[in-house]
């Protein structure tokens, strides 16, 4: 089944301790990307990577890092977490040029205290 | 900076009934998505709207794009319960996605 996983799906954490969320998609896709979703401001992409190496900051990148040594995934890390990073995030893939065909995740409920 | 505003934010709609939802956007893109999230689900995409003029329409939902307005709509007929979600339009320049803030719909009987 093409899917894309997230994990954890829940995650609280405090202040300062680091933390990643991993996403993987099992569809070949070159094009993966992060959003996080806040209540009223939609989805706001956060990185997102064209292929194996290639990375690139989307609108709220702050606070966030990613690596793409694999194809097939696309973690997301917050090396010093803040409670304004509290939110749920998104993991999404498409094949290279075909951003409509976005597979999303389940999301990732992340709570910092 | 793309920009992407849904209106209304917050939707109450009466079963059998007709209900828009805008979304205006800010370039000259003629990209134009409509997704769907069910409460704690992620989004299912609803429609693609590529050109301007572009009518899509599955079962009571249609979406248009109008891109020299830089407007699009999705129009719900005839509400029924299962149509209560939110709802997102979203816009594309290159291979950057930008959306709206949402319109949570609910439909009462």
């Known amino acids: 089944e093409a899917q894309v996983t997230q994990n954890p799906r829940y995650l609280i954490t405090v202040t300062g301790k680091k933390l990643t969320v991993t996403c993987s998609q099992n569809m070949n896709h070159e094009y993966m990307s992060w959003y996080r979703q806040d209540p009223g401001l939609g989805l706001r992409q956060i990185y997102y990577?064209?292929?194996?190496?290639?990375?690139d900051k989307g609108d709220v990148p702050e606070g966030y890092k990613v690596s793409r040594k694999e194809k097939r995934n696309f973690p997301l890390i917050l090396e010093s977490p803040s409670p304004n990073q509290t939110s749920l995030y998104f993991c999404?893939?498409?094949?290279?040029?075909?951003?409509?065909?976005?597979?999303f995740g389940p999301g990732t409920r992340l709570t910092v205290l | 900076e793309l920009k992407v505003e849904q209106n209304p934010l917050f939707l109450s709609m009466q079963e059998g009934k007709n209900y828009t939802i805008y979304c205006n956007y800010s370039?000259?893109?003629?990209?134009l998505y409509w997704y769907r999230q069910d409460p704690g689900k992620s989004l299912e995409s609803l429609f693609v709207l590529l050109s301007n003029g572009a009518v899509k329409q599955e079962g009571r939902l249609m979406a248009s794009l109008d891109t020299k307005a830089r407007l699009s709509t999705l129009h719900i007929t005839a509400a029924v319960h299962d149509l209560s979600a939110t709802y997102f339009c979203a816009e594309a320049a290159g291979n950057k996605l930008t959306f709206g803030g949402g319109t949570r719909v609910l439909v009462k009987p």
């Open positions: 999404a893939s498409s094949p290279r040029g075909r951003i409509n065909e976005q597979f």
């Open positions: 990577s064209m292929n194996v190496e290639v990375t």
């Open positions: 370039t000259t893109s003629d990209r």
